[in-house]
Nanobody, 127 residues
Framework: QVQLAESGGGSVQSGGSLRLSCAAS????????MGWFRQAPGKEREWVGAISWRGGSTYYAASVKGRFSISRDLAKNAVYLQMNSLTPLDTAIYYC????????????????????WGQGTQVTVSA
């Protein structure tokens, strides 16, 4: 399995930016895809985006496309989520997740498509 640890969350005013980091350890050579999700209180976990671990191809939810960008550093076993033009609607706990079982039929936009999860980091955007 893969262990994941998010960092970089905090409070920011509307229109501001934050960059989240996710450090992976353990069997990182098994990673196929790294995803970012977010969850606001009382709401379902929502897919934000994903990146192919080896190829670096990125995919984004329509709600964040053009504002958020995902990157990864293979040498550091890390993935990043750069968030710009933040609004209060972006307030949530943000999680990174690793897809290691390529036999899964679930897609990368579903939480069931991932095998390992971080603990999450809080992002709060004030008006």
């Amino acid at each position: 399995q893969v262990q994941l640890a998010e960092s970089g969350g905090g409070s920011v005013q509307s229109g501001g930016s934050l960059r989240l980091s996710c450090a992976a350890s353990g069997r990182t050579f098994t990673i196929d895809t790294m995803g970012w999700f977010r969850q606001a209180p009382g709401k379902e976990r929502e897919w934000v985006g994903a990146i192919s671990w080896r190829g670096g191809s990125t995919y984004y939810a329509a709600s964040v496309k053009g504002r958020f960008s995902i990157s990864r550093d293979l040498a550091k076993n890390a993935v990043y989520l750069q968030m710009n033009s933040l609004t209060p609607l972006d307030t949530a706990i943000y999680y990174c997740a690793a897809r290691t079982n390529i036999a899964r039929t679930s897609t990368i936009i579903s939480e069931s498509g991932y095998d390992d999860w971080g603990q999450g980091t809080q992002v709060t955007v004030s008006a």
